[in-house]
Nanobody, 122 residues
Framework: QLQASGGGLVQAGGSLRLSCAAS????????MGWFRQAPGKEREFVAA????????VYADSVKGRFTISRDNAKSTVYLQMNKMKPEDTAVYYC?????????????????WGQGTLVTVSS
């Protein structure tokens, strides 16, 4: 089970940190990812990292602004979002990978959180 939190309203240029707490399986054995879905658009990949955080991958649209990280002792994955833009407005979902890897395809993820809404005002 995945529980995302930390969403809210922020001005353009501001920062937010999302958290996703996991339970029910061995968190440290699996890759984790963040996806987002803007109103009227399909869900898209944001960032992912492998089981120990040593390998990360980002969407081009967030590279250099967002940072994904994890704390295996707390079974939690984070998404630090800086220099935010109005186009970052979306519902953000955390997801648990089927393996220990970090990939960008949503089909590689077996577990999904409920989503947390992020709104960036201009």
């Amino acid at each position: 089970q995945l529980q995302a939190s930390g969403g809210g309203l922020v001005q353009a240029g501001g920062s937010l940190r999302l958290s996703c707490a996991a339970s029910g399986r061995t968190f440290s054995s699996y890759g984790m990812g963040w996806f987002r879905q803007a109103p009227g658009k399909e869900r898209e990949f944001v960032a992912a990292l492998n089981w120990n955080g040593g390998s990360t991958v980002y969407a081009d649209s967030v590279k250099g602004r967002f940072t994904i990280s994890r704390d295996n002792a707390k079974s939690t994955v984070y998404l630090q979002m800086n220099k935010m833009k109005p186009e970052d407005t979306a519902v953000y979902y955390c997801a648990g990978h089927r393996t220990s890897w970090s990939t960008s395809s949503e089909y590689d993820y077996a577990y999904w959180g409920q989503g947390t809404l992020v709104t960036v005002s201009s």
